[in-house]
């Protein structure tokens, strides 16, 4: 069979990105967000065209609302599809109400309002917990039964966090595409396991600080630098990933 150069490939491909604000390139300028993101840079190395649904403030539980337009893309371009899913905090809640209308709550959301409260008080890590598993099982049956290869990457949980739930069973290690226990935020800081909690800790020590003079924007998202150092990072696996689909 004729082996065809991965540029060549690629340029026939699409690969579509889902995630939070770390994946959407939130703080960076605009007209950068597309071409300087982690997601942006990637893809023009790959030589692919990519979409990009991420959303700022999502939650895991939002790539299930995402299957259904990744699936759509196939249909109407023919095209072979990638899917790289952004896997974020998993203590986010994505609720929708009867108009369709989504919203994120529990702790480290944007939500400002009454749910705040609420989802403190009634939300328990267990529940939590069971909703992302069973919600990316989900997922991951939808695509493959689609035709459609797909991967996840961690951005600010990793696989310590899922194997707390009884739930995990019904994940596969092998379907991450870096390292599971890898994220894009401990990465940043040189850290194997990151604790998003310990966030304010980290920030008083001196290495902190400087790794987030050197790396991020004022909110916390990666600056120029901290998306081309996780780009970086990811393309390796994500080629292998690709190269491994081809056969």
Same mark, same amino acid.
């Given at each position: 069979?004729?082996?065809?150069?991965?540029?060549?490939?690629?340029?026939?491909?699409?690969?579509?990105?889902?995630?939070?604000?770390?994946?959407?390139?939130?703080?960076?300028?605009?007209?950068?967000?597309?071409?300087?993101?982690?997601?942006?840079?990637?893809?023009?190395?790959?030589?692919?065209?990519?979409?990009?649904?991420?959303?700022?403030?999502?939650?895991?539980?939002?790539?299930?609302?995402?299957?259904?337009?990744?699936?759509?893309?196939?249909?109407?371009?023919?095209?072979?599809?990638?899917?790289?899913?952004?896997?974020?905090?998993?203590?986010?809640?994505?609720?929708?109400?009867?108009?369709?209308?989504?919203?994120?709550?529990?702790?480290?959301?944007?939500?400002?309002?009454?749910?705040?409260?609420?989802?403190?008080?009634?939300?328990?890590?267990?529940?939590?917990?069971?909703?992302?598993?069973?919600?990316?099982?989900?997922?991951?049956?939808?695509?493959?039964?689609?035709?459609?290869?797909?991967?996840?990457?961690?951005?600010?949980?990793?696989?310590?966090?899922?194997?707390?739930?009884?739930?995990?069973?019904?994940?596969?290690?092998?379907?991450?595409?870096?390292? $599971?226990?890898?994220?894009?935020?401990?990465? @940043?800081? =040189?850290?194997?396991?990151? &604790? +998003?909690? #310990?966030?304010?800790?980290? %920030?008083?020590?001196?290495?902190?600080?400087?790794?987030?003079?050197?790396?991020?924007?004022?909110?916390?998202? $990666?600056?120029?630098?901290?998306?081309?150092? @996780?780009? =970086?990072?990811?393309?390796? &696996? +994500?080629? #292998?990933?690709?190269?491994? %689909?081809?056969?």
């Amino acid at each position: 069979r004729l082996l065809l150069p991965l540029s060549i490939v690629m340029n026939n491909s699409i690969i579509v990105w889902c995630g939070d604000s770390w994946t959407k390139g939130a703080e960076l300028p605009r007209h950068q967000k597309k071409s300087h993101s982690f997601a942006g840079l990637i893809s023009q190395q790959l030589g692919m065209r990519h979409v990009n649904f991420a959303r700022p403030g999502s939650s895991i539980g939002h790539l299930v609302y995402d299957v259904k337009k990744i699936i759509e893309i196939k249909k109407r371009t023919q095209l072979p599809v990638y899917a790289m899913l952004g896997l974020t905090i998993y203590s986010r809640l994505c609720l929708e109400d009867e108009n369709g209308n989504k919203q994120t709550v529990g702790p480290n959301t944007y939500d400002t309002n009454s749910y705040v409260e609420w989802a403190h008080n009634i939300l328990t890590e267990s529940f939590l917990l069971k909703q992302s598993c069973l919600s990316l099982s989900w997922v991951g049956k939808q695509l493959e039964s689609a035709g459609i290869p797909y991967a996840y990457y961690n951005i600010l949980s990793s696989f310590y966090d899922f194997e707390k739930s009884e739930f995990s069973t019904y994940l596969n290690k092998e379907q991450w595409l870096v390292d $599971p226990y890898w994220n894009t935020y401990g990465h @940043l800081f =040189d850290l194997p396991k990151f &604790d +998003i909690n #310990k966030m304010s800790i980290l %920030q008083k020590t001196g290495f902190g600080q400087q790794r987030i003079a050197d790396l991020f924007m004022p909110k916390m998202h $990666p600056n120029k630098a901290g998306h081309k150092v @996780l780009a =970086d990072a990811m393309l390796p &696996d +994500i080629k #292998k990933f690709i190269r491994k %689909q081809k056969g």
